[in-house]
Nanobody
Framework: QVQLVESGGGLVQPGGSLRLSCAAS????????IGWFRQAPGKEREGVSC????????YYLDSVKGRFTISRDNAKNTVYLQMNSLKPEDTAVYYC?????WGKGTLVTVSS
């Protein structure tokens, strides 16, 4: 069964860090571009970052540039999102995505 499973969310204080994981099963992750999206309460889902399948090029939403880093570990069939200097406005459910395949998400709450 083809699926993506996110983990690593939680409650963190402003300025803190979290690393999200997106584990793939049923397919070889490095053959595909993988994206991270987020949806805050009352807002539309937005693209946060993605990593290509070919040369590992990356994209970041302007508001997370310099704070978030996307990476992949092909041996573990997993994509990561390292999030540093977190802000309250980063609070959202974070999803990973491959085309039409979505995980169930992991909640990140940034609050003091």
């Amino acid at each position: 069964q083809v699926q993506l499973v996110e983990s690593g969310g939680g409650l963190v204080q402003p300025g803190g860090s979290l690393r999200l994981s997106c584990a793939a099963s049923g397919f070889t992750l490095d053959y595909y571009a993988i994206g991270w999206f987020r949806q805050a309460p009352g807002k539309e889902r937005e693209g946060v970052s993605c990593i290509s399948s070919s040369n590992g090029s990356t994209y970041y939403l302007d508001s997370v540039k310099g704070r978030f880093t996307i990476s992949r570990d092909n041996a573990k069939n997993t994509v990561y999102l390292q999030m540093n200097s977190l802000k309250p406005e980063d609070t959202a459910v974070y999803y990973c995505n491959r085309a039409t395949i979505w995980g169930k998400g992991t909640l990140v709450t940034v609050s003091s």
